[in-house]
């Protein structure tokens, strides 16, 4: 017999006591669950005694709930001598869970008798039965028809206070409906505040066996009703017909419970958080009481609308009813607290609970994080003693939301090494993190790993996958992951309609906005901003007044971000007028940022006096501006108007206010070099300075001729050229042709537009040493190739 447990491909008992805690509990739970006779559990009993296992209370109790599972009086009989050997503190929840689970085990077994039996001698021991000994209790006692021993658990149902518990309800009009007393059962029918199918059913079936089928037939069809409404109202709640499901939720008179649940349950999970407590407010005043299902929702939509009034008053609630028990409950609270801003709250809410669960843990993480408080986020990880892939995740996307990037990636290295297996949610918050560091090796990895490993690309994945390629300035991967994707939403569309508005091809961006239409997929305001963002970039003004035009038709208002695109369109393309006249109709007050495209417009085509009266708006709305100050003075300088310049600059200084210089980094063999406009300290500097000094000689055998224009300070013209000379990209790109191998492209990151100067420089680079040039300025990506570049010089 020996040879009957078997545990392969499980580990032995010994292997069990050697293995980490969480191998060993999972190992453990696996082998109880392999037991299917009594000789079985015998055998791995001995083999747990044999190791000093049984010492544990945890594996006791996991030993009596697997006998009480077998459910043959010999099983139960051994797991209640096992019980025997209990020697930790009776009143423990160990002590209740293993009594809950024998008592359980009679009752299937029919052993009504010894069931009832058990939960006298849990009283006599005080330990205090909880919501789940009383269905068990009342099983046995339906199983023999002990109605005296029945009413007295009833009884004691009602003095702990549970008598609202549905479950046991159920149990009770089942136990009152086998015994024959129809009457007690629909009393506590009557009662119930909510009800369920199996409510109804039991008391049916009750009076169908009781020779009373005329209440039998009655109570069908009233359920009918009952049921039918609330089926209905959540229907149409989930399908988005709101309008419909509240109509037939104000037509029911006898609105219960259940129903009540039904619709705030449903406004909270589609954000109509203020609908759900106007819900809630009429349950107070004329409705059933509030249950702990009422309160998750309404808790919950307190935390949407970021109402720490009301959530406060939903949390003094649930302490007042006796429902901060319920570990959803004390999760939501937390969740609550931490929105609210208030996450001494949260964490005083956390140490009081009793049952810490997953998200318990990944909230108060998550609240941390959202609350920009990283340090304790950190502290919470490091806290939680099983991390699973839902913690390491939750930690990674927090860090991504900061803009951490580098922290999330360390991360993601961390978890790897810890043996925690990445999916997909894993990999969307690294896509994210490597697409805003601009990283195209670390983003073909981050491809090649997600193929390796087989993880499952759905279209939420795929869409990430696109834009981070597209952020690295990859527009032929991201394009490639696009078009091999089957299923497209609109963001999918408008991540790669973004790609196409990276690199400028504003012809590509309108070619995949009509294929999108054409394919039935309805646009979004996101998904405008990009398009009219392509369309300003490539230069398309007609297309993209069409597309304009064509918002309203999609039932879409333009919001100020498409009008900011539109005074950008006009403006690059030297139509400012039709740009100042755009922003006067504007139906909204123009922001900082919409006068802001129009100023910039009016450095690229020098038209002083509106770039004026652009900037004192800007001034009027955003004062701290800097860039404001220093892009009028720029102005000033492109027109000669010297006086002008230094009023404008004295004005910066007076307000403490200093111009960011530009600067631009190259990436060589794993390390970012970095270099600002002037500064000479690289390492490198001498054999820049050369190739500098070389760049210049062949250019200038080229037909290249500076654009001192983009010296903006009142110095010579050889002063300029020598200023000209050290723009921050001029030396990232030198460093990159003598530091990288003749056939490698060169990618630069700026911090600022790049001037023409350079930009005419880079396009003469790219043609003279063979090499592409990719720079990513503050804007847009630069694709430089054999003298051109991608934006076709319109910038």
């Known amino acids: 017999m020996a040879s009957s447990l078997c545990l392969s491909p499980l580990l032995s008992a010994t292997q069990i006591k050697e293995a980490d805690p969480m ?6 739970n696996e082998s109880l669950r392999c037991c299917k006779t009594l000789n079985q559990l015998k055998q791995l009993h001995c083999q747990i005694t044999k190791n000093g296992l049984d010492q544990i209370p945890s594996t006791l109790t996991k030993l009596v709930n697997a006998g009480a599972e077998i459910a043959s009086p010999e099983s139960l009989d051994y797991a209640r001598k096992a019980f025997e050997l209990f020697k930790e503190d009776v009143r423990s929840d160990d002590a209740l869970f293993m009594l809950n689970s024998l008592i359980r085990g009679y009752s299937s077994a029919g052993l009504g008798r010894e069931a009832i039996l058990l939960y006298v001698r849990m009283l006599v021991l005080g330990v205090t039965p909880n919501h789940y000994t009383f269905p068990f209790v009342l099983s046995g006692c339906t199983k023999i028809a002990a109605f005296c021993e029945g009413i007295q658990v009833h009884g004691s149902v009602v003095k702990m206070g549970l008598e609202e518990d549905v479950f046991i309800q159920n149990c009770l009009i089942h136990f009152y409906a086998e015994c024959g007393h129809m009457d007690h059962g629909h009393k ?3 009662g119930m505040s909510e009800r369920n199918v199996v409510s109804w059913t039991s008391l049916i079936c009750g009076y169908a066996r009781g020779d009373r089928p005329k209440e039998a037939v009655s109570l069908f069809f009233e359920m009918l009703n009952k049921v039918m409404v ?19 939720f104000d037509e029911c008179v006898d609105r219960n419970l259940v129903l009540y649940n039904t619709i705030l349950s449903n406004y909270a999970r589609q954000g109509l958080a203020r609908e759900a407590l106007a819900i809630l407010d009429e349950m107070l005043q004329q409705g059933p009481r509030p249950d702990r299902v009422t309160m998750l929702s309404a808790i919950s939509a307190s935390a949407q609308l970021v109402d720490l009034f009301y959530g406060k008053v939903c949390h003094g609630y649930v302490i007042r009813n006796g429902l901060e028990g319920w570990d959803s409950i004390g999760n939501v609270i937390i969740d609550m607290y931490m929105k609210c ?14 049952n810490k669960t997953v998200v318990s ?10 609350n920009g408080d990283v340090e304790s986020a950190w502290e919470v990880f490091n806290q939680i003693p099983e991390r699973n892939a839902v913690f390491w995740n939750t930690m990674i996307s927090g860090l991504v939301q900061k803009s951490l990037f580098e922290d999330a990636i360390e991360l993601f290295r961390e978890m790897q090494g810890e043996g925690i297996k990445a999916d997909r949610v894993t990999m969307m918050g690294i896509a994210s993190a490597c697409g805003y560091l601009g990283a195209p090796e670390l983003a073909k990895w981050v491809h090649t790993y997600i193929e390796k490993n087989g993880i499952p690309c759905d279209m939420r994945l795929n869409t990430a996958l696109v834009d981070m390629f597209a952020r690295c300035g990859d527009p032929q991967s991201a394009m490639q992951v696009f078009n091999k994707m089957t299923e497209r939403d609109v963001s999918a569309w408008t991540a790669a309609i973004g790609t196409m508005a990276m690199e400028g091809n504003g012809e590509g961006a309108t070619g995949l906005f009509n294929q999108m239409l054409i394919q039935g997929v309805k646009p979004d305001v996101v998904l405008f901003v990009q398009v009219l963002t ?22 879409i208002s333009p919001q100020i971000e498409h009008y900011g695109c539109m005074v950008d369109l006009l403006g690059r393309a030297g139509l400012l007028r039709e740009a100042f006249d755009l922003i006067k109709s504007m139906p909204m007050e123009p922001n900082d940022v919409v006068w802001g495209s129009l100023l910039a417009a009016c450095r690229v085509h020098k038209n002083v006096e509106m770039a004026t009266y652009a900037a004192e708006r800007i001034n009027e709305l955003a004062p701290q501006r800097a860039g404001v100050h220093v892009l009028l003075s720029n102005i000033y300088a492109s027109a000669g108007k010297w006086t002008d310049v230094a009023r404008v600059r004295l004005n910066l200084r007076e307000k403490g206010v200093r111009k960011v210089p ?22 490198e500097m001498t054999h820049i300075a050369l190739m500098l000094q070389e760049m210049n000689c062949r250019f200038s055998d080229a037909g290249h001729i500076p654009d001192l224009s983009n010296v903006l300070l009142d110095v010579d013209e050889q002063e300029k050229e020598y200023l000209l000379s050290r723009h921050s990209e001029k030396l990232a790109i030198a460093f990159g042709l003598i530091a990288t191998g003749r056939s490698m492209p060169i990618r630069v990151v700026k911090n600022l537009r790049m001037c023409s100067d350079c930009h005419s420089f880079a396009k003469m680079a790219s043609i003279i040493y063979n090499r592409e040039i990719i720079v990513r300025d503050n804007n847009r990506f630069h694709f430089f190739r054999q003298g051109l570049c991608s934006c076709c010089d319109y910038w």
């Open 341 to 354: 801003g208030k996450p001494e709250m949260a964490c005083r809410v956390f140490d009081l609970m009793s």
């Open 23 to 28: 191998t060993k509990d999972s190992c453990l």
């Open 662 to 683: 530009g600067s631009s980094s190259v990436q060589v063999n794993g390390v970012i070099h970095e270099f600002t406009s002037g500064d000479e300290s690289h390492p």
């Open 361 to 370: 843990w990944n909230s108060l993480t998550a609240g941390f994080i959202r």
């Open 188 to 190: 506590v029918f009557e």
């Open 534 to 555: 392509a369309c300003s970039h490539g230069g398309q003004v007609e297309q993209g007044l069409h597309i304009f035009s064509l918002m309203e038709d999609h039932g």
């Open 230 to 248: 609330n089926a209905l109202v959540d229907m149409y709640m989930k399908c988005g017909a709101i309008d419909a499901a509240k109509r037939l």
